[in-house]
């Protein structure tokens, strides 16, 4: 078996997905809050394993010809993005003694859900990342090298994110304190308006 492709595929997938963004940030807080870390990984994982899939075998070219779709998508990114922004900006702004992690901890398991699919699909540069980029190499090889480099490329997602979020889990008691968590959702507030601001300036 020729694990070239599947190589190829790991490292191309990792350097898709290391660069930190909404989705990552999102990894992270839900794995501070310890508000189902796991799940909130494995569905970020599911998607990429569902788009990286269909990407390459063929659902790539169909997406760019269907602009007003990945147009509705940017408009639905750009309105989540900045309402989660707003209220990552308001918690770091709030006075330490309101930061209360156990409150996270509660947030229900549909909104959890809701939540992850919303950062993870309303977002169009994961369709570029991983139907258009990821997809467009992969349909290059010729089977079983095309299900191989899947496998490869789907690897990096499901490490990474698991990874993300046991790692945030296990550095929690640091990452919560009320200095340091105000510095996280500060951060995060401006990766979420500055990926909000290039998908309108892409939108004009």
């Known amino acids: 078996m020729n694990v070239l492709p599947a190589v190829e595929g790991f490292f191309l997938g990792a350097s898709m997905i290391i660069a930190i963004g909404a989705q990552n940030a999102w990894v992270i807080q839900k794995g501070i809050a310890r508000n189902y870390p796991l799940l909130v990984a494995a569905i970020c994982a599911l998607c990429d394993i569902t788009l990286i899939t269909l990407g390459v075998y063929g659902a790539g070219a169909l997406l760019a010809e269907t602009q007003w779709l990945m147009n509705s998508v ?7 993005l900045g309402w989660y922004g707003l209220n990552s900006l308001r918690s770091a702004l709030a ?7 156990e409150s996270e901890k509660a947030v229900s398991l549909s909104r959890v859900v809701s939540g992850t699919l919303a950062v993870t699909l309303l977002n169009p540069h994961v369709y570029l990342d991983t139907v258009m980029i990821l997809g467009g190499i992969g349909n290059q090889y010729q089977e079983p090298d095309k299900m191989i480099f899947v496998l490869g490329t789907v690897s990096a997602s499901i490490v990474w994110f698991f990874t993300l979020a046991l790692g945030a889990v296990k550095l929690a008691p640091v990452l919560s304190r009320p ?3 105000k510095g996280i959702d500060l951060l995060i507030a401006t990766i979420m308006w500055v990926i909000a601001a290039s998908l309108i300036m892409r939108m004009i």
């Not at 940017?74 to 989540?80: D, P, S, W």
């Open 179 to 181: 200095k340091v968590r």
């Open 74 to 80: 940017t408009i639905g990114g750009i309105l989540f």
């Open 95 to 101: 006075p330490a003694g309101s930061l209360d992690i």
